[in-house]
């Protein structure tokens, strides 16, 4: 089984801090870039699985950055260059601690919250009588607290945000126009790969000269949910589970083994077996999404070649 990138060590020239969050760890630069490395690390209901994924970084690095270059024209990106497939880097900016979720269908999350009988979703009201998997009237905004590595993403409505200073109404104005925005274009290009884009999580910050910018990964099936568009009506009206693209069926999974990130719930062991498929589903993930075929890259010493590669940019740029 090929390598899996679990945990990094680097001392780039110029580092002034580092951030692990449950999936991607950040190396802060002097000169205000970001070298930010997507690990294999797999992380569902806010706990990090014990072991890795193969090739799910260079999966999320890679799709994240074709997203960005499809959105650039809409909503600035924080990225200037992608020197290794595990990693991207950019402006260093100050994050949003808010993550903008946008949902255009009733499912996941908000599927099982409406299950429960709610029928109010971070302060947005919902209507009687949805289905799991039916569109909503409309996209809506649910946005959650952004959780440190291991804390788990909080619920939390506009007007909470606002009142606990969490984000200014001026900015928040701004986040909510471009969540709009890069879910009508993320809409497109899913339909374009006859997908429906049925719900996703953007992350913004504001760099250094007070610009908002979208930041982290976009459109991947880490942060997004995709149903495919064929069949999709003909399953609904049968009651049937639609076909989608997504890390749900790592939280189906992990629920049928009795685990939701719930108090005193035990991890359940994930086999090699178990692994492999899911490597194996999260690179069909990518060539649907991206309609290109997946091209591996090399996982033997996978630290040295990121490092490598970094470095020789690094000097790249700083030279020319």
Not at 35 to 43: C, F, G, I, K, P
Not at 164 to 184: K, M, N, P, W
Not at 186 to 197: N, S
Not at 234 to 244: I, M, S, V
């Amino acid at each position: 089984m090929a390598q899996a990138l679990y945990k990094t060590h680097f001392s780039f020239p110029g580092q002034t801090a580092v951030y692990k969050g449950k999936v991607r760890e950040v190396y802060t630069l002097q000169d205000d870039r970001l070298v930010m490395v997507a690990t294999d690390r797999l992380s569902a209901f806010d706990v990090v699985m014990p072991k890795g994924i193969p090739y799910k970084g260079q999966i999320l690095n890679q799709i994240a950055t074709k997203m960005m270059e499809k959105t650039a024209d809409i909503v600035p990106n924080w990225l200037m260059a992608t020197p290794d497939p595990n990693v991207a880097v950019g402006h260093a900016c100050t994050p949003f601690k808010v993550e903008m979720v946008i949902r255009g269908y009733l499912a996941g999350h908000a599927a099982r919250e409406y299950a429960l009988g709610k029928r109010t979703l971070c302060g947005v009201p919902l209507p009687e009588g949805l289905r799991e998997n039916d569109a909503l009237p409309g996209p809506i905004i649910t946005p959650a607290t952004k959780a440190e590595m291991g804390d788990h993403d909080e619920d939390i409505s506009k007007e909470e945000l606002l009142a606990r200073g969490i984000v200014s109404e001026e900015d928040y104005a701004i986040l909510e126009h471009y969540t709009y925005l890069l879910f009508q274009r993320g809409t497109e290009l899913a339909a374009e790969r006859g997908l429906i884009l049925v719900d996703t999580k953007y992350e913004f910050g504001k760099t250094n000269t007070g610009k908002i910018v979208l930041i982290d990964e976009i459109h991947t099936p880490d942060s997004s949910r995709y149903f495919y568009a064929e069949g999709y009506t003909e399953r609904q009206r049968n009651h049937e589970p639609q076909r989608q693209l997504s890390k749900e069926f790592v939280r189906q999974w992990l629920m049928a083994n009795g685990f939701q990130g719930l108090e005193g719930q035990t991890l359940p062991e994930m086999s090699d077996e178990l692994i492999r498929s899911v490597s194996d589903r999260y690179i069909e993930l990518y060539e649907k999404i991206t309609g290109e075929p997946f091209e591996r890259a090399d996982t033997n010493h996978i630290e040295e070649r990121i490092e490598r590669n970094v470095l020789q940019y690094l000097h790249k740029s700083t030279s020319s």
